[in-house]
């Protein structure tokens, strides 16, 4: 399966570094800066494509890791040239450009199109959702460092789209309600933002982001009627508190208005697994077992409305 990747930036990079560990074939790479594509191709031993549509001729699949507001198009005509496409996070750069991009994909049914939200392959989650049952509340902070790269768009597009995705994947409802709050300090857009979301079967989120903080966090916490969730998404570490019926090793018995209950804590350590490497052997397995992607475009295009969502209440504040 030949595949070639679409920018050659930190985290371009980090993708070709990443394929050696699957079972691609990654022949070469494209940058609309040639330099940049020329050294990138020279590390990896692999071929410098002066152009995206030389590429396209000789690859059956594409990664797309350019700058954001090149994802509509260059995804575009790789899916028009049935290529696979996987195009990072945000899928595009606003929701008229997604909705188009998803009629495209309806439109080639035999190609596979998978959205890159990491989060989705971090081993905290993929254990936590063992435990996952009708979440009532949702905490959710995720902090950075001030970085230059990425602040072509919104803290929300560019740090908390990555909770939201994780959110619309737990809570099994549709939104009902949105209250935000930002605020830009070192570029144009929000670098601060908080989102109150509510859905209609009752669950809250309380989600948070900064990309100007002095300590990094990604932290998500879940509450429902019989247990706490907490995953570390930093560390990949998570936390199940539950309660549960029966006595177990090393429970606590405790009173409940419900009767007699024992509390179970189980802790799962890290695990040293690269979520982009599964992400990318996911998006292999799709291809070749004919499977829908875990993260489609359909999903990634419900993110982004409510990530626009939030965005347009920010914008009514400071109107």
Same mark, same amino acid.
């Given at each position: 399966?030949?595949?070639?990747?679409?920018?050659?930036?930190?985290?371009?990079?980090?993708?070709?570094?990443?394929?050696?560990?699957?079972?691609?074939?990654?022949?070469?790479?494209?940058?609309?800066?040639?330099?940049?594509?020329?050294?990138?191709?020279?590390?990896?031993?692999?071929?410098?494509?002066?152009?995206?549509?030389?590429?396209?001729?000789?690859?059956?699949?594409?990664?797309?890791?350019?700058?954001?507001?090149?994802?509509?198009?260059?995804?575009?005509?790789?899916?028009?040239?049935?290529?696979?496409?996987?195009?990072?996070?945000?899928?595009?750069?606003?929701?008229?450009?997604?909705?188009?991009?998803?009629?495209? +994909?309806?439109?080639? =049914? @035999?190609?596979?199109?998978?959205?890159?939200?990491? *989060?989705?392959?971090?081993? &905290?989650? !993929? #254990? /936590?959702?063992?435990?996952?049952?009708?979440?009532?509340?949702?905490?959710?902070?995720?902090?950075?460092?001030?970085?230059?790269?990425?602040?072509?768009?919104?803290?929300?597009?560019?740090?908390?789209?990555?909770?939201?995705?994780?959110?619309?994947?737990?809570?099994?409802?549709?939104?009902?309600?949105?209250?935000?709050?930002?605020?830009?300090? +070192?570029?144009?857009? =929000? @670098?601060?933002?908080?989102?109150?979301?509510?859905? *209609?079967?009752?669950?809250? &989120?309380? !989600? #948070? /982001?900064?990309?100007?903080?002095?300590?990094?966090?990604?932290?998500?916490?879940?509450?429902?009627?019989?247990?706490?969730?907490?995953?570390?998404?930093?560390?990949?570490?998570?936390?199940?508190?539950?309660?549960?019926?029966?006595?177990?090793?090393?429970?606590?018995?405790?009173?409940?208005?419900?009767?007699?209950?024992?509390?179970?804590?189980?802790?799962?350590?890290?695990?040293?697994?690269?979520?982009?490497?599964?992400?990318?052997?996911?998006?292999?397995? &799709?291809? !070749?077992?004919?499977?829908?992607?875990?993260?489609?475009?359909?999903?990634?295009?419900?993110?982004?409305?409510?990530?626009?969502?939030?965005?347009?209440?920010?914008?009514?504040?400071?109107?």
């Amino acid at each position: 399966m030949r595949i070639g990747v679409v920018g050659t930036g930190h985290l371009g990079n980090i993708h070709l570094k990443c394929l050696k560990q699957t079972d691609f074939n990654c022949i070469g790479v494209f940058d609309i800066d040639r330099d940049k594509a020329i050294v990138a191709a020279s590390q990896h031993q692999i071929k410098s494509f002066s152009s995206f549509q030389n590429m396209l001729q000789e690859v059956d699949a594409t990664i797309i890791v350019s700058d954001t507001t090149s994802h509509f198009e260059l995804a575009q005509e790789s899916i028009q040239a049935n290529k696979h496409t996987f195009i990072e996070k945000p899928v595009t750069a606003n929701v008229d450009e997604a909705h188009a991009l998803n009629a495209t +994909v309806h439109s080639y =049914p @035999d190609v596979k199109v998978q959205v890159g939200h990491v *989060e989705r392959y971090n081993p &905290a989650f !993929v #254990t /936590a959702m063992e435990q996952l049952q009708n979440p009532k509340f949702i905490e959710c902070h995720r902090l950075a460092n001030f970085n230059p790269r990425g602040n072509d768009v919104s803290v929300i597009l560019d740090l908390m789209i990555h909770d939201l995705d994780i959110l619309l994947t737990v809570v099994k409802s549709k939104v009902h309600e949105i209250r935000a709050n930002g605020v830009s300090i +070192v570029s144009k857009t =929000p @670098d601060i933002c908080n989102a109150r979301i509510e859905f *209609e079967n009752g669950c809250v &989120a309380n !989600v #948070t /982001a900064s990309r100007i903080s002095l300590n990094q966090m990604r932290k998500f916490r879940i509450f429902q009627s019989d247990a706490y969730i907490g995953i570390d998404f930093l560390k990949k570490q998570s936390q199940i508190i539950q309660l549960k019926d029966e006595q177990a090793k090393d429970s606590m018995k405790i009173e409940t208005h419900l009767g007699t209950k024992y509390l179970n804590v189980k802790s799962q350590p890290a695990q040293e697994l690269n979520a982009i490497v599964e992400e990318q052997k996911d998006f292999y397995n &799709a291809i !070749v077992n004919d499977l829908t992607p875990t993260v489609n475009v359909n999903h990634a295009l419900n993110v982004m409305k409510l990530a626009d969502n939030i965005e347009k209440k920010l914008n009514k504040l400071n109107v």
